[in-house]
């Protein structure tokens, strides 16, 4: 099984995306399936212009040189792709999106109704099988993935494929200060991101046990909003002291 994942986070390595991203990828190459991974921010993306040439004058190929192309041969050998991003202002990075946006010559022009449901024609001799999506937010309750969540089931479906399962880790921001503070309740988190990655590739699909495993509660709503306020409202009041002092 080959996997193209695809990180969206302006943070690449250092985000707390990545935290659930890199368990689960390296479960699915310890299960056996072929790795690909790319930072989105790493790459020359320009943003789609809506000139539908990739279909009608360079079929296949859009007219913009950046790095797209290498990225779409790889989604073509792909049979599964994964989708990482943090929410931003309540959906994926700009980062991520402008790749979403910039897949349409990986499908056909050709309109077609699969299952009352209008979509442009999959390409022949597609590997492609399905999505998996993996984030993180700011805030405390899960819900804030909603509407995430059913976008990339929209794109799956569009792609004419599955969507596999999602690893949402709410309250994801303090994950690197759970790593020293309460590593024994942060480290079932990543083993079952890592075991999530296994049997997506063992059973095509991410089990809802680990997904609520990933997704479980680190600490009360109460105290997590203590703790966020009490962080930015001290970096807040230092950063206008400073901005004082420079005007002053």
């Known amino acids: 099984m080959r996997i193209f994942a695809v990180n969206g986070s302006p943070r690449k390595k250092k985000g707390n995306t990545e935290r659930i991203l890199k368990p689960f990828l ?26 539908n040439k990739c279909w009608l004058k360079t079929p296949g190929r859009c007219v913009q040189n950046d790095d797209m192309p290498e990225l779409l041969s790889l989604m073509r050998e792909s049979e599964i792709m994964v989708l990482a991003s943090p929410i931003y202002v ?9 790749f979403l946006d910039r897949m349409t010559p990986i499908s056909l022009p050709f309109i077609e109704v699969v299952d009352g449901y209008s979509t442009h024609s999959k390409p022949r001799g597609s590997k492609f099988k399905g999505i998996v999506f993996i984030s993180n937010n700011g805030f405390h309750e899960i819900y804030h993935f909603d ?3 059913s976008h990339c089931k929209s794109i ?25 503070l309460m590593p024994e ?7 079952a991101a890592r075991q999530a990655g296994k049997q997506l590739v063992k059973s095509g699909k991410i089990p809802p046990e680990l997904e609520a495993a990933v997704a479980q509660e680190l600490m009360p709503r109460e105290a997590f909003v203590k703790i966020m306020n009490d962080y930015f409202h001290k970096a807040w009041d230092s950063a206008l002291e400073k901005e004082s002092s420079k005007t002053g």
């Open 90 to 98: 309540g959906g994926v990075t700009g980062q991520l999106k402008t």
């Open 26 to 51: 390296e479960g699915a190459q310890e299960a056996g399936a072929e790795i690909k991974l790319i930072y989105v921010q790493e790459k020359d993306i320009k943003p789609c212009l809506g000139c």
């Open 147 to 149: 509407d995430l969540v």
């Open 185 to 191: 309740k942060v480290a079932p988190v990543y083993e």
């Open 156 to 180: 799956a479906k569009m792609m004419q494929s599955e969507f596999l399962g999602a690893l949402l880790r709410p309250h994801g921001v303090i994950l690197e200060m759970a790593e020293k």
